[in-house]
């Protein structure tokens, strides 16, 4: 298990307010990803964020604060539920969609009614939004469709330069992000299955989410092909993973199998190890990712978890990163 992330210095938090404060682009730990940070409130850097990432203008950010009591002035009503689901889980991996208020942008909500909120529980994010105060719009700090940031160096590795600094918070203890919740309509709805289990947002509602029909949606995360490593995956359950490595191999490609160890590569397979620890293999998920494309194989096998708790965030993620490219935009 790894150690619990520590405070940033005073110095960190004294440059990374400076670099906030003057519309520039920030790396920000959080406990799911590290996040590409500008002030949610700065038109210009919020489209700066957009063209870094490579990202089209009208899919929403989420507008990260300091505090539950900070939501409220950019929703225009906290229903019920999202204090329930705020005593739950604030801080924590858990976004919320709520009908905006004016403070909320169509720069940020990409123009719809809506705004995201999350008030992240990683000590390096608390303490960044509690010193500059204002909101922070952060996507994920990776360039469009590519593998999630989950440590410092991978920031730096996709984005350089195009980042303004990049605070290091260690590794994300979560590592997938956070499950987005729509509290807007009439029922709730699951967006996106993330760093808490759907059946515990469920237990705190007392009722089942709903899931959003995939069009509907303007959210990167759901498009068929995102989350990508360079290489092709196949995913596979326990009882076939070896059996498809090897046929892989004999037709000729380079292959990894990714699974839990008690499982034997077959010769000429490269053999990377997952946890069958569902949160675990969770926080490992884009590292793992990312070890493939490092390994410079042409696919690599993986061995799918359950859907229950973190297991279907993981699944979710692996399918996108599984699903053919020619889609992607
Ligand atoms: O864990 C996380 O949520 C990370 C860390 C950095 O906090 N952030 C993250 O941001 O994953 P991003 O931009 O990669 O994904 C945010 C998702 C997008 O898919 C976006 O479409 C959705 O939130 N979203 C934002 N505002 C929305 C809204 N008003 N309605 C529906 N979906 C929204
Ligand atoms: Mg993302």
Redesign the pocket.
């Known amino acids: 298990m790894a150690t619990a992330p520590e405070p940033p210095t005073a110095e960190a938090l004294r440059h990374a307010v400076e670099v906030l404060r003057r519309g520039g682009l920030l790396g920000l730990p ?1 406990e ?4 590409l940070a500008a002030d949610a409130e700065n038109e210009f850097a919020v489209r700066r964020i957009f063209a870094v990432k490579g990202r089209p203008s009208t ?4 507008v ?1 604060l300091g505090s539950t009591e900070a939501v409220s002035e950019w929703v225009s009503h906290v229903p019920e539920e999202a204090h329930a689901l705020a005593a739950a889980f604030w801080p924590g ?1 858990l ?1 919320l ?1 709520l009908p905006r208020s004016t403070r909320a942008s169509d720069a940020v ?1 990409g123009g ?1 009614g ?3 909120v ?1 008030v ?1 529980a990683h000590p390096v994010a608390l303490a960044v939004l509690r010193a500059y105060g204002g909101g922070l719009a ?3 700090a990776n360039r469009f469709g590519r593998v999630s940031p989950t440590r410092a160096a991978h920031v730096l590795q996709d984005l350089g330069a195009d980042v303004d600094l990049v605070l290091d918070g260690g590794p994300s203890q979560v590592g997938v ?2 499950t ?1 919740v ?1 509290l807007s309509g009439t029922a709730p709805a699951l ?2 299955p ?2 808490v289990a759907r059946e515990a947002v469920e237990t705190v509602l007392g009722r089942k989410l709903s899931s959003q029909s995939e069009g509907q ?6 498009l068929p092909s995102h989350y990508a490593p360079r290489a092709g995956l196949v995913l596979a359950g326990r009882s076939e993973a070896v059996h498809r490595a090897a046929e892989l191999h004999a037709a000729g490609s380079r292959v990894a199998l990714c699974g839990p160890a008690g499982l034997v590569a077959p010769p000429g397979v490269l053999q990377l190890p997952a946890s069958d620890d569902v949160e675990e293999l969770a926080r490992s998920l884009y590292e793992l990712l990312r070890s493939v494309d490092a390994a410079q194989v042409d696919v690599a096998v993986v061995v799918v978890p359950g859907e229950a708790g973190l297991g279907l965030a993981v699944l979710d993620r692996l399918r996108r990163a599984a699903a053919p490219r020619g889609g992607r935009t």
């Open positions: 959080t799911t990803v590290y996040g899919h929403p950010l989420i990260h991996p976004t969609v909500t719809q809506t705004v995201a999350r992240p952060a996507p994920s992000e956070s987005i729509d967006l996106r993330g760093g949606v303007r959210v990167p995360g759901m």
